[in-house]
DNA sequence: TATTGTTATACTCTATAACTATA
DNA sequence: TATAGTTATAGAGTATAACAATA
């Protein structure tokens, strides 16, 4: 029994995840903002440049949001030289997504930010407390 | 390596801890919405009943949020008589915030719920992992 | 009929600034 | 000067519906 009223929460596993998951989105976006880019953008741009080629749709599956919340994001990396749209042979539907060198360069660098930001918002944790932490959010919501 | 493209983020905690958030907090309002509640009215209303007398801005310094935005949640709990905003002897400013017994057996009722929501969403989990996330999550946030 | 990309829109959540009455 | 409660507002994030082009 605390004297702090949070104390009625804590034994609720959702309540702290949501909690700390606030806490880590707040510190990466204020790390990515130094690479001009939002945790969506970066996580997109991330898939494309590893899966060149990729589509709207599969970018947008993989990320668990809709296709249509990605056009804009899409519009502006284009618009800032990151990618182009480049057209599939034989599905006139599709643009494949492919991401130029500056890209590239751009989350090379940002991986190395992102690497060191989660050391430090997971600096209470050993490193295989880190790893066993990864592995259980997964089981959670990949199922 | 694998086919799935969401593959390119596996590894980034901070990713796997948003998504399975929000898989939770999806669930979670799901049930909740059968006792008129939304997760931050649930647990606002669980610390008022615990905690009977405590002010608005204690209960939004618990829940991390802004005082601004508690105001129309308490505003509509206590429409709906789940609570009363008492005087506070000795501070004008103030308002203790009372339950209604029918608030107590509202949470009391809820808490059940939350529970089996809680044993549903972390089921792919042993009860030693799921102490072991709870335990892990807060060591990130609460520090 | 179904899918890709697109536009427009609405809704939720949250943060901020400014105000009042009290301390 | 600082704090509790309040109001209004603006931004971000996300979901939905509808459409054109293509499969």
């Known amino acids: 029994m605390t004297d702090d009223p949070e104390a009625e929460l804590s034994h609720l596993?959702?309540?702290?995840?949501?909690r700390?998951?606030?806490?880590?989105?707040?510190?990466l976006a204020g790390v990515l903002t130094g690479?001009?880019?939002r945790a969506v953008t970066y996580s997109a741009l991330r898939i494309i440049v590893r899966r060149p080629g990729i589509s709207q749709s599969d970018v947008a599956d993989a990320l668990g949001i809709e296709k249509s919340n990605?056009?804009?994001?899409?519009?502006?990396?284009?618009?800032?030289?990151?990618l182009t749209r480049a057209p599939v042979p034989g599905d006139r539907r599709r643009h494949a997504l492919m991401p130029t060198d500056?890209?590239?360069?751009?989350?090379?660098?940002a991986d190395g930010a992102v690497a060191a930001h989660e050391?430090?918002?997971?600096?209470?944790l050993g490193a295989d407390e880190q790893r066993e932490l990864n592995r259980l959010l997964r089981l959670v919501w990949v199922g």
């Open 35 to 37: 690479f001009g880019l």
């Open 119 to 124: 050391q430090a918002v997971f600096a209470r």
């Open 13 to 18: 596993t959702g309540y702290n995840l949501k």
């Open 102 to 109: 500056a890209a590239t360069r751009l989350i090379e660098d």
């Open 70 to 82: 990605l056009v804009q994001l899409i519009d502006d990396l284009a618009g800032r030289g990151l």
């Open 20 to 27: 700390a998951s606030a806490v880590v989105q707040a510190d």
